[in-house]
């Protein structure tokens, strides 16, 4: 508008393109427009918007073809060179500046038309004239009127379309798309596993539900993302009918294409896969009913099938939905065309066929036929009727993956009568072809007739039989088996550029261009149409067609539209490569590779990359048994580098390394099932990528660390070598080759000469071997962390992390800084603060610390033997004997001979611990020893170290001890605790039923159980003294402790009669009737009952003397007693080790709860009267009472030492000892050091000042004090 200087009015307008495109315009403009050969003038309103549409005409025009005559006088001179349109006008426009009818200037078109602005070529161009592009846009302007503009009309225009019979172009973006989709997907190496998605398995569930073989034939029903019942699409029947008149102005075009169309839904019909319906039955409003459009696709070089007609299931609806968007897309289940071809290579013999009619064979279920309607009339002058699909139909979304599965579940169901059959189907077969093969003929003919008779019974026809032995075509008719020349791409849409086909008669692959015209200039659209339509999945041509992807890099990175001219440099190198193509001759590759008769099979990889493209490539080299040598190329792949990411050589090459890995992986799995022993080797000829492949990933950079991991993943199991460049096949795809020059390159097609040698080398030459330290993308060997004393402390190697590991003497407060230095470090990594980790440390930073501190220490001294391990050296000195390797973590661990014991993993393979690591806390790893650690020279360096460290020293007095009787067999043999068990009882004790005013008091007893093996002790309360409470209090013991296998128990006469309280004992425990309930209860247990004699009374008294008088409740009374269990049971029964330094010592509470049973810091009560405590804290000055009492005698145990009666050296300045106090438990009695002698007139010492943990000086004698066992 700028141009014509149009005053410009606000007004909103809605734009209607072709299929209900929509475009809002909020401005318009009226103006007049001026012939340039006459006076006619004309006022025209429109609507202004950013672009109508591509430049045009879009194709470059030969007018000398078009008769134009002097007398012409064109309204554009320079129609047939492309421009911008600036103005579309409507049809009104038209019909008045038309002057009178057109006049055809060729048989085929165009008419040139007389208007008032001069002459317009218009219509259908023939072919010699245009080059092979074209598109079509019509549009119409609803428009809204304001107060400043006269009302308007609906403005209609087209723009001219190319010749429409040339049927094998693509124009539609959305059609180009897809392809290109294609292309890549060829190019892709195939996943190895791919699980299903949520659609994919709804899908497969509502196959097998509605699934039916009846009569021969399969009957499904569409997998729908909802019912049936619950889907409405909208209005598809005004859009399919305007789709259905456009189809038949293209058909009445072409006689020959209108009759091919009318034969094809004629078969439809008589074949039953449809049938008239009346439209009148749909309610088209609430119906869940659909139409489709269709429309022809031609093929000329299809051998049968010339034409076939597409459905278009995408169709959107006035609602915006099409079917395809309510249908599910089932899961692959056939093999991928790669696998397929992949093992057509192998066998000698081969077989092809095609499932005639596929898709049409399988039925829907009528409530689903809806769903498939179609528009349709024989004639132009006929009326338009409805037809219903009644089988699966092609277009759909969901139909690939019915017809593939009713196969495979043909397969599954016969699959013991057809085993042949049935596994051809389900492994080699792709869509509805069958590509299989056999080294024995007369296999292969039981393999064609089973396959006749399994397709049969599911209603399938085979056709297009071909095969490279005749014998394999008998009985079959000529006409079904006249197939010369096959196709591989399996997609007849259109005509592939360069296309991979196989020709039965030679047995080879070739590959030929099907295209024939070069143009001065191309647009993007042009180009990668052409290239999309190359078809090479198994790379045969790799090196011809990544040149193709980098000239589409380059288009792409240009970012210039659709239809735009490209620049001159990327356009010649088009028209270059283009040419060459052209005028490339058919290239062969042999099918067949024979490794029936082979000794040895060996598949041999190669990678490459340059600075513009990477590759990889495979072959198949076979070893007979006169030690000749075939190798042929399998397969290839190839990518073009980022233009956007500029990558080091070294990480391209890394880069081809995995894809070769990827590629490799997958046909492995393809072919080990029909080589056995196949053996791989794999080559590149960049040293770095080697040396990256030879160290641990986490030794690296992120990018190549992953990628290394990746690879090794991948071939865990497999070589990789060096080879020279010049020798490296994979060179041809990372720089590509001239198409004329493929075919003989003998590097590209059998590989290097030296594979052709019986013996390999591995490589055409030796390479240097790189020094780990030199290679580019090395994580940097320090780190900076921070101090308990915030200061920083720089880590460069293991030395210096042992050094600062020395500063602390405790292992948990060095575990506890190492994991707040690795947290700082986690958490300077993440930019979102709210994603850092707080709080507490967590179990597994601990422990992640704790693998960190042995690591370094790991490192520091057994640096040869790590190198041995990676290495797979044997390894020498100390650790021989222990078959180390290195772990996930980087942790030397014992290999050992435990490997298939059911032992947890760090006792089977403990850590290797060197004896410096100790000093940073041996009580933690002391402990832990048999589980997960090895110590070399452990007792010698625990004792060195240990005698050093203060804080590792724990409580242990040693009791006095007098000759005793030799122990009953039942008291030394190894049993589970409380397995043999003696029981007495003790009290009577008052209870109150409740904390009241006056509460009613009753008697209770306690039921004392003790285990004869780990000497702990078992408290019940019994409310009373009858059998049935004495039976449940056993039940409660055996449900806490588990069943025991033998009980003893006091009998009458261990009782003191004399004492009335003890009466109830006596005659409980000695009569006849509760000595017969006990015992026939044991028996039903399968316990063993002895009442024999006590053991000793005192344990009674003792809990009698300190509850006295006072009267607990009985949940008070039961806490006290099960406290007083749990002293007892913490009380030392012996040293934890043999060595005599050793403080920890071993408990009753060590054989159930794995260490001793601590309790909560308490205030001494003991001195305290009665009627000034709280209920609870009753229950605790009882419990001190008892302990008070209790740890005298084992203190004055632990003071008794009959081998102390002669003279003893005196105690020296800097001993540990151990200071008695009465008011805690001896376990928890403090530990201090002696830093003063007090010695008295006969030079013997008997009073010392001691410092106390917490620095306190505090004067002693020598009752206080307990000397450790370790300065004996």
């Not at 008091?1001 to 078992?1018: D, E, G, M, Q, W």
Request: glycine letters at 4%; aromatic letters at 8%; proline letters at 5%.
């Amino acid at each position: 508008m700028k141009k014509i200087d149009s005053k410009v009015y606000s007004q909103d307008s809605t734009i209607l393109g072709v299929c209900q495109g929509v475009q809002n315009s909020n401005q318009k403009a009226q103006f007049d427009i001026y012939s340039r050969i006459s006076d006619f003038k004309l006022k025209v309103n429109c609507c202004i918007v950013d672009s109508i549409t591509c430049d045009l005409p879009q194709f470059k025009i030969d007018r000398s073809n078009l008769d134009l005559g002097r007398e012409v006088l064109l309204a554009d001179e320079n129609f047939d060179k492309s421009a911008s349109i600036d103005v579309l006008l409507g049809c009104d426009v038209l019909l008045q500046a038309l002057l009178h009818s057109a006049e055809p200037l060729k048989e085929e078109g165009p008419y040139l038309l007389k208007t008032q602005f001069g002459d317009v070529i218009a219509g259908s161009l023939p072919p010699s004239c245009v080059s092979p592009s074209g598109v079509s846009n019509s549009i119409s302007v609803q428009g809204h009127v304001s107060q400043n503009l006269p009302p308007t009309t609906n403005h209609n225009a087209c723009v001219v379309k190319s010749h429409e019979d040339n049927l094998g172009q693509i124009s539609s973006i959305s059609e180009l798309n897809e392809n290109i989709s294609k292309f890549w997907q060829a190019e892709k190496v195939p996943e190895i596993y791919s699980e299903q998605t949520t659609e994919q398995e709804l899908a497969e569930s509502i196959f097998q539900q509605s699934v039916i073989l009846e009569n021969n034939r399969f009957t499904v029903a569409l997998p729908l993302k909802q019912p049936i019942t619950k889907i409405y699409l909208g209005d598809s029947f005004s859009i399919a009918l305007q789709r259905l008149y456009n189809l038949e102005r293209r058909l009445v075009k072409n006689e020959t294409l209108y009759q091919m169309y009318k034969d094809f839904i004629n078969e439809y019909l008589s074949l039953g896969h449809a049938e008239p319906y009346d439209v009148s039955n749909y309610d088209l409003d609430k119906d869940a009913c659909y139409f489709l459009p269709h429309h022809p696709v031609f093929n000329e070089n299809s051998p049968t099938t010339k034409m076939r007609t597409v459905f278009d299931g995408s169709l959107k609806t006035k609602n915006k939905i099409s079917l395809n968007d309510v249908l599910l897309n089932g899961p692959i289940v056939q093999n991928e065309l790669f696998d397929i071809l992949i093992l057509f290579r192998l066998p000698k013999y081969i077989l092809l066929c095609d499932v005639k009619k596929m898709f049409r064979q399988i039925l829907l279920h009528p409530q689903y036929r809806a769903l498939q309607n179609i528009l349709w009339r024989e004639s132009v002058d006929d009326d338009v009727s409805c037809i219903q699909l009644k089988t699966v139909t092609y277009g759909m979304k969901s139909s690939s993956y019915l017809a593939t599965r009713c196969l495979i579940e043909l397969a599954e169901r016969f699959k013991v009568e057809y085993s042949l059959a049935a596994n051809v189907l389900k492994t080699q077969t792709y869509v509805d072809d069958v590509l299989t093969g056999h080294n024995n003929i007369n296999v292969l003919l039981s393999i064609k007739k089973q396959l006749i008779e399994l397709l049969k019974l599911g209603g399938f026809e085979l056709h297009k039989w071909g095969s490279n032995d005749s014998r394999l075509l008998d009985n079959i008719a000529p006409n079904e088996a006249s197939v010369k020349d096959i196709d591989m791409s399996k997609d007849d849409s259109f005509l592939k550029t360069l296309g991979l086909r196989y020709n039965v008669k030679s047995d080879h692959f070739y590959i030929r261009c099907s295209e024939t015209n070069l143009y001065e200039e191309y647009t993007k659209r042009q180009v990668l149409s052409f290239v999309s339509k190359i078809f090479d999945p198994l790379g045969l041509v790799g090196p011809i067609v990544v040149s193709a992807k980098l000239l589409m890099q380059s288009i792409y990175n240009l970012k210039v539209s659709w239809d735009e001219k490209l620049p001159k440099d990327i356009n010649d190198q088009w028209i270059s490569f283009a040419k060459n193509l052209i005028e490339m001759p058919s290239i062969l590759s042999k099918r067949h590779i024979d490794i029936q008769d082979a000794r040895q099979v060996e598949l041999i990889g190669f990678a490459d990359a340059s600075n513009k493209a990477y590759g990889c490539c495979l072959y198949v080299r076979s070893i007979k048994d006169d030690d000749t040598v075939e190798t042929n190329l399998l397969c290839s792949k190839s990518r073009a580098n980022s233009s956007n990411n500029e990558l080091s050589t070294p990480r391209k090459e890394l880069n081809s390394a995995l894809l070769l890995s990827m590629l490799t992986k997958r046909v492995f799995e393809t072919l080990k099932s029909q080589c056995n022993n196949l053996k791989v080797c794999l080559y590149l000829d960049s040293q770095i990528v080697l040396a990256w492949l030879n160290i641990e990933p986490v030794k690296l950079l992120p990018y190549v660390a992953n990628r290394v991991a990746k690879i090794k993943e991948l071939t865990a199991d497999w070589p990789w070598f060096y080879v020279k460049t010049t020798d490296n096949p994979a060179d041809c795809l990372s720089r590509g080759v001239e198409p004329h020059g493929l075919q003989s390159n003998e590097l590209w097609w059998h590989g290097p000469q030296f594979l052709k040698q019986a013996s390999l080398t591995h490589g055409s030459a030796m390479h240097e071997v790189l020094d780990p330290q030199d290679l580019p993308e090395l994580k940097k060997q320090c780190c900076n962390i921070l101090s308990c004393n915030n200061t920083c402390h720089i880590v460069n190697d293991a030395s210096d992390a042992t050094s600062f590991f020395a500063r602390f003497s405790n292992i948990n407060k060095l575990k506890r800084v190492v994991a707040y230095m690795l947290r700082f470090s986690q958490n300077c990594k993440i930019k979102n603060s709210s994603e850092r980790c707080v709080g507490e440390l967590q179990p597994s930073e601990l422990e992640n610390a704790l693998f960190v501190i042995i690591k370094c220490d790991q490192q520091k001294h057994y640096e040869k033997e790590f190198a041995c391990v990676k290495a797979n050296k044997p390894v020498k000195g100390s650790l021989s004997a222990l078959n180390p390797f290195v772990d996930k973590n980087g942790l030397l661990r014992v290999g050992g001979r435990l490997e298939n014991s059911q032992l947890p993993y760090a006792q089977k393979h403990p850590v290797i611990l060197h004896e410096n690591l100790l000093h940073a806390g041996p009580k933690l790893l002391l402990a832990s020893l048999n589980n997960k650690f090895w110590l070399i020279n452990a007792v010698r360096e625990i004792k060195r170290v240990i005698h050093k460290c203060i804080k590792c020293f724990k409580l242990k007095a040693k009791a006095a001890s007098q000759l005793m009787g030799s122990l009953p067999s039942d008291r030394v043999t190894a049993a589970r605790p409380f397995e043999k068990v003696g029981i007495d009882y003790a009290g009577p004790f008052n209870i109150k039923l409740a904390r009241v005013r006056k509460p009613l008091i009753l008697k209770s007893y306690v039921l004392i159980l003790v285990c004869f093996v780990t000497k702990a002790v078992h408290f019940e309360l019994a409310s009373d003294m009858t059998t049935a409470c004495f039976l449940n209090c056993f039940k409660r013991f055996i449900a806490r402790r588990n069943k025991p296998s033998q009980v003893f128990c006091d009998n009458a006469t261990t009782f003191k009669c004399a004492d009335s309280q003890l009466q109830n004992l006596y005659k409980l425990q000695s009569s006849a009737s509760h000595q017969s309930t006990v015992q026939r209860f044991s028996a039903e247990q399968g316990i063993t009952f002895n009442f024999i004699p006590a053991y000793s009374p005192s344990l009674k008294y003792h809990i009698k003397r300190v509850i006295g008088d006072t009267v607990l409740t009985y949940e008070e009374f039961n806490t006290a007693i099960i406290q007083i269990e749990a002293i007892l049971n913490s009380r030392p029964l012996t040293p934890m080790s043999a060595d005599p330094s050793d403080m920890s010592y071993l408990s009753p509470s060590h054989f159930l709860t794995g260490a001793p049973i601590t309790s909560f810091p308490e205030q001494d009560l003991t001195d305290r009267p009665v009627n000034r405590l709280h209920f609870w804290e009753q229950c605790t000055q009882i419990k001190q009472h008892f302990f008070k009492q209790w740890h005298k005698q084992y203190l004055s145990m632990l003071q008794n030492r009959p081998k102390w009666k002669h003279d003893t050296p005196n105690i020296d300045v800097g001993t540990l000892v151990i200071l008695r106090d009465k008011n805690i438990q001896p376990f928890n009695w403090p530990m201090a050091r002696v830093v003063k002698l007090y010695p008295g007139n006969d030079n013997k010492v008997r009073a010392f000042d001691v410092k106390m943990p917490n620095g306190y000086i505090m004067r002693t004698s020598i009752t206080k004090v307990c000397p450790l066992p370790i300065y004996e």
